[in-house]
């Protein structure tokens, strides 16, 4: 049998997406008239689809994720600006395979979307543990970033990190 959702878990989906279409729309009232039906189908069905797997959030770790998304948007944003007017434009493109320490799913899927959303770098694949990521610059900071932002991610479901060893047995 379904787990009942909560009136809380629904104002939480409402409110989160109801600042994410005030993101998409900044000082757009007008949008309101399709944000308001939106938003409400948006909740009913996150509330329909939600996972049945109880779930910690930290509101900490949600803080630092987004520090360190918002500073890494604007550090990728400058650096593929730079690259891009620079007569020689330095690439040094590449594909690489991350081996994830997180062992949730749902975890596993916010990180490769979030790393897509970073300039630079393009989340091609995940199997088996394995993200498959495209990147501008192979240079050794993009492994750091990922374990960072693998970090925050983890900080934000309140959950541990595996070991890369373990990944690969």
Do not use: C
Not at 27 to 34: F, I, R
Not at 105 to 112: N, R
Not at 144 to 153: G, I, N, S
């Amino acid at each position: 049998m379904p787990r009942k959702q909560t009136a809380g878990e629904a104002l939480l989906w409402i409110i989160t997406l109801g600042l994410l279409w005030t993101a998409i729309n900044p000082g757009d009232l007008h949008s309101w008239l399709v944000g308001i039906p939106v938003v409400a189908l948006a909740s009913a069905a996150a509330l329909r689809l939600h996972s049945p797997v109880p779930r910690r959030y930290s509101l900490l770790g949600a803080m630092r994720l987004a520090t360190f998304f918002v500073a890494q948007s604007f550090r990728g944003g400058w650096d593929v600006a730079k690259r891009a007017l620079s007569p020689a434009m330095p690439l040094n493109p590449a594909m690489l395979n991350y081996p994830l320490r997180l062992r949730d799913e749902l975890a596993q899927v916010l990180l490769v979307n979030l790393n897509s959303l970073l300039p630079g770098t393009l989340s091609a694949d995940l199997a088996n543990g394995v993200v498959t990521i495209h990147v501008l610059d192979a240079g050794p900071e993009t492994f750091a970033d990922m374990q960072t932002l693998e970090e925050r991610v983890a900080g934000l479901f309140s959950i541990p990190l595996g070991t890369e060893k373990d990944i690969r047995a």
